[in-house]
Nanobody, 120 residues
Framework: QVQLVESGGGLVQPGGSLRLSCVAS????????MGWFRQAPGKQRDRVAS???????NYADSVKGRFTISRDNAKNTVYLQMDSLKPEDTAVYYC??????????????WGQGTQVTVSS
């Protein structure tokens, strides 16, 4: 079992910044693929950004150039730096871990979510 605990959400004005953090349990964090997803009311949960165990990153088109995902394996933590925030970024943000259990087989884990509200 892997537990994920997010923090850093809140209320911010348009154009502002927030940094989300997600701390993972377990001693093998460095081999987890990590990601951030978000879900707005009445909408499906969508991937925002992901980072592999080797540090390769990928972003949704809607956040490219504004959001940055990073990881600190020594702290078992993945971050999402969000700049130039827009009202449409308002959502609950979830941390995801894909943990390899066997070659080519992954188990997914989710955090409890953290609310991000962008409003003036």
């Amino acid at each position: 079992q892997v537990q994920l605990v997010e923090s850093g959400g809140g209320l911010v004005q348009p154009g502002g910044s927030l940094r989300l953090s997600c701390v993972a349990s377990g001693s093998s964090f460095s081999i987890y693929a990590m990601g951030w997803f978000r879900q707005a009311p009445g909408k499906q949960r969508d991937r925002v950004a992901s980072i592999t165990s080797t540090g390769s990153t990928n972003y949704a088109d809607s956040v490219k150039g504004r959001f940055t995902i990073s990881r600190d394996n020594a702290k078992n933590t993945v971050y999402l730096q969000m700049d130039s925030l827009k009202p449409e970024d308002t959502a609950v943000y979830y941390c995801n871990a894909e943990v390899p259990s066997r070659p080519g087989i992954f188990t997914g884990y989710w955090g409890q979510g953290t609310q991000v509200t962008v409003s003036s």
